[in-house]
């Protein structure tokens, strides 16, 4: 991918005087005596990385945790898994997140253009103690598990910060969710007490879940619980459709006989206490359950927040995502920096893309979170919000979910805001945040990733294990970090944990990503390497050939797979690119010979494909991302193992069984 040599933004003097970054250089320069105000970014995340019992007691120490810290930053640093962080800690996730008991607004919430609301910070407080007596009341306490089926309500959130006062541990999944795809996931970590909705809007329709909930509790027997959560306005209130549901209350049942409660009792526990339980994507096999440390969560939020996106106190956080992928989990530690939420739920194409920035304008939103498909599929129906929305109070545009693509960035400062920050993001769920991401103090250039995250030892490394820049390799971690896993559930010995992410190269997390260190210290993402193409021995990074094919107006979007070719033939595959295309358009010569010439031109032969097949809808994971693995099972005539993950996994057929790839 080729990218400018100018910033395509660079932030103006004043900005950067006034950025949490510059206050942090400033209190470390203090602390530590190590030069570092008025420096650029890189000997700052040199000293983080030199000498991260400093780095990491400042972060603590700048973001005021509530705890205590202890002695002792880091024992056994070398270790990769097995340092531990902050062992003399003591901490608690929620009270950290609920400093506040004020009547300014702690959250709002949009459900599409049906619902509205918000909640002070006395009014959250209030809900959360009634919500965690309510817990304690019914035998909930220390290492126990609370579940969530629920749409990216503040009920979600109310749950979240009971669940970890107690010192119970959270895991959620979005009500878009199949009951074995929930089953999948929460059965195997046998929760006491389940969250669920009534249902949900989804582009105007009321999707009903009460039968998908009763199903679900019938089948998993930890479950003491089930609170009904009112939403979508189906009759839950003592009828039959809760009675239908096993353990079933509903919310204010559960609730009043706490109504009186107005205090917390905060759990204070030791920093690598269990947090959150993740989930892989769960495509070729039942969902890898990870789990995370309230501390390392904690810490690492409040970096990334404060000191890559210039969160401030009174600032205005917003990210699109449901509670089933771990931006929720990211958005939400926003309160611990004194920002207010923005929460979101349903299609962000209502009002034909425009609401999520008609929510901008409304609530003088100064962070916007979204996926890089979001960004590409308003920039396909052409949509322009600078020209419709006064977007004044923006500061920084967030993407994740996939790499995106430098006309993406274009799109961005010509029709959205020319003057914001925009900080294209990559990590995980494995780390319940970023190891790339964004730097407020630092210029942004057109397709790349800014930099590699405070206290983060991220290198690219080639196939022998050697540092490479400006070529494409292995996105890596060298160093310990306090966000990497506790672990997986159930896995002892830690067997599947370290197979997951240091059997390739020793003593180093390997994320799975391909990827490129540019000259500038920034990043570019090509796809996930288990995707990576290899035509004739040659490594392609599936977001290449993405960038060229989405540039054309009638490609809605698309993905490539490599098959094996010829068939049984392991040493070799033939590029196989499928495209949706735009209204009732069909796939002819002219349009196949148009999108493999611009592939051509802009990358080299190699990436253009042996084969343009057109489908009627692209599989994608409930996060939206597309799952190049489980199309290339199909292809090859291998079983998806869990379809339940999938958004849409009616999508799989159109690739079944096609004609045109047996020749």
């Not at 999520?356 to 979001?374: C, I, N, P, Q």
């Amino acid at each position: 991918m080729n990218t400018s040599t100018a910033p395509i933004w660079q932030p103006s003097a004043k900005r950067i005087a006034g950025t949490r970054l510059t206050a942090f250089m400033a209190a470390a320069d203090k602390r530590w005596n190590r030069r570092l105000a008025g420096t650029d970014y890189q000997p700052l995340h040199a000293w983080s990385i030199e000498h991260p019992e400093e780095f990491w007691a400042s972060v603590w120490e700048f973001g005021d945790v509530r705890g205590e810290m202890g002695s002792t930053v880091v024992v056994d640093r070398e270790k990769m898994p097995g340092a531990q962080w902050f062992p003399e800690a003591r901490l608690n996730f929620a009270e950290n997140l609920l400093r506040r008991r004020d009547a300014a607004d702690a959250l709002v919430f949009w459900g599409e253009d049906k619902v509205r609301g918000r909640a002070s910070h006395a009014e959250l407080y209030r809900a959360v103690a009634q919500t965690a007596a309510a817990l304690r009341g019914m035998g909930v306490a220390r290492g126990d598990r609370v579940a969530a089926y629920l749409p990216n309500l503040p009920a979600a959130l109310v749950a979240m910060l009971a669940t970890a006062s107690i010192g119970a541990i959270f895991s959620s999944a979005s009500p878009d969710f199949g009951v074995q795809g929930v089953v999948d996931r929460f059965g195997q970590i046998e929760p006491k007490v389940l969250f669920a909705c009534d249902g949900y809007w989804y582009n105007g329709k009321v999707i009903d879940c009460l039968g998908k909930v009763a199903e679900i509790a019938a089948r998993m027997s930890s479950l003491q619980r089930v609170v009904l959560v009112p939403y979508a306005g189906n009759a839950v209130g003592g009828g039959g459709d809760i009675a239908a549901v096993k353990h079933g209350v509903s919310l204010a049942d559960f609730l009043a006989p706490f109504a009186a409660e107005t205090e917390i009792r905060f759990e204070q526990l030791p920093f690598d206490h269990p947090l959150y339980i993740m989930y892989s994507s769960g495509t070729t096999g039942v969902p890898k359950c990870i789990v995370h440390s309230a501390g390392g969560a904690l810490l690492q939020h409040l970096k990334e927040h404060q000191l890559q996106a210039d969160v401030k106190p009174g600032d205005r956080l917003f990210y699109f995502t449901t509670c089933g992928w771990m931006m929720w989990n990211w958005l939400v530690t926003g309160l611990a920096s004194g920002a207010t939420l923005l929460l979101y739920d349903g299609s962000p194409f209502v009002g034909r893309g425009n609401i999520l920035f008609d929510y901008a304008v409304a609530e003088r939103m100064t962070h916007f979170g979204t996926s890089a498909k979001f960004i590409d599929a308003i920039a396909k129906i052409d949509l322009k919000p600078s020209q419709t929305h006064k977007l004044k109070h923006l500061r920084a545009m967030l993407s994740t979910g996939s790499p995106l693509v430098a006309e993406g960035f274009d799109y961005v400062y010509a029709n959205i805001k020319p003057d914001l920050q925009l900080a294209s993001i990559s990590g995980g769920t494995d780390i319940i945040s970023c190891f790339v991401l964004g730097n407020p103090n630092g210029p942004v250039y057109r397709g790349e990733i800014q930099c590699a995250g405070l206290g983060m030892a991220v290198d690219v490394l080639d196939d022998n294990g050697r540092p490479v820049r400006g070529e494409k390799g292995e996105l890596v971690c060298t160093r310990s970090f306090p966000v990497m896993p506790i672990g997986f559930w159930n896995d002892d010995d830690g067997s599947k944990y370290r197979a997951a992410y240091f059997d390739r190269f020793y003593n180093v997390w390997c994320h799975g990503d391909f990827a490129e260190r540019t000259a500038h210290d920034g990043f570019i993402i090509y796809g996930r390497s288990d995707a990576t193409l290899n035509p004739g021995g040659v490594r392609i990074g599936t977001a290449e050939i993405y960038r060229q094919v989405e540039k054309l107006a009638e490609v809605i979007e698309s993905l490539v797979i490599g098959q094996d070719w010829p068939p049984g033939n392991s040493g070799d595959v033939r590029v196989v690119l499928f495209v949706k295309l735009r209204d009732d358009l069909v796939l002819d010569e002219t349009l196949s010979a148009s999108i493999k010439q611009v592939i051509k031109d802009n990358t080299t032969p190699r990436h253009v494909p042996a084969k343009i097949l057109q489908v009627n809808d692209i599989p994608r994971t409930k996060s939206g991302k597309i799952v190049e693995l489980a199309v290339r099972h199909v292809v090859h005539g291998r079983p998806v193992k869990n379809v339940e993950a999938l958004a849409n996994p009616e999508a799989l057929d159109h690739f079944r069984d096609r004609a045109e790839l047996k020749s």
